[in-house]
């Protein structure tokens, strides 16, 4: 309390101004209420902290450290990452080896930008993940950890995910991956006569959608 550059509130450590989450007890229990004004949870911040059971994130967080949330082995169920998070780090929201009945419920941030190895190593499930089109990065050849199912939704045009996708697919055998197609204008093949092919390919993938025969 002290200390000028510090403060504390419900026993965690944030920077003076409340913008920076700094540290927890590993002692630090029940649901964690992160401040309002928090911008960016520090590297290791909450690290072991096994007896939390939520956290609660505020809107107008950021940048989420590595290993920030790991070891917090009793989130389970909901995990509501904010929109306006735009970077993830290493390990972030990983569970302990051997926690595997940990179910998750998750919200990816429409504006992530960085999404760095092992983020949710080690869960069980995943419950439904929809990956943003913000994504700009992902770092490494793990997300949720070997072993993982659920079920995970991305716009074929994200080129960051559906890259990594072909990278890693053994990584991947247990999650169901739903690819959803981008829509193109209607183009005109075979033209014959008076007949033409009404087409629809994804913009993404290139796929043809639908065809159909049309009369002039």
Request: glycine share 8%; hydrophobic share 35%; net charge negative.
């Amino acid at each position: 309390e002290n200390n000028a550059g510090l403060r504390t509130e419900d026993g965690v450590l944030y920077s003076k101004d409340g913008t920076v989450l700094l540290a927890a007890p590993g002692a630090k229990s029940g649901v964690l209420n992160v401040l309002e004004t928090t911008i960016k949870v520090e590297d290791n911040a909450c690290n072991g902290c096994c007896e939390i059971t939520e956290i609660k994130l505020p809107e107008g967080l950021l940048h989420i450290g590595n290993w920030a949330f790991d070891g917090c082995n009793n989130v389970t169920e909901d995990l509501w990452i904010p929109d306006t998070v735009e970077y993830i780090g290493h390990a972030a929201f990983a569970v302990d080896w051997g926690n595997f009945r940990n179910d998750l419920h998750l919200h990816l941030p429409e504006n992530l930008k960085i999404l760095e190895d092992w983020a949710f190593a080690n869960r069980q499930y995943i419950d439904e993940v929809v990956i943003p089109d913000s994504l700009e990065q992902i770092t490494g050849s793990e997300i949720f950890g070997i072993g993982s199912s659920g079920r995970i939704t991305y716009e074929c045009t994200n080129n960051v995910f559906s890259k990594w996708v072909s990278e890693y697919p053994h990584n991947l055998e247990n999650l169901h991956l739903n690819k959803v197609h981008v829509p193109g204008n209607a183009v005109k093949e075979n033209v014959v006569d008076k007949t033409y092919d009404k087409v629809v390919y994804c913009v993404g993938c290139k796929e043809e959608l639908s065809r159909e025969k049309k009369n002039y």
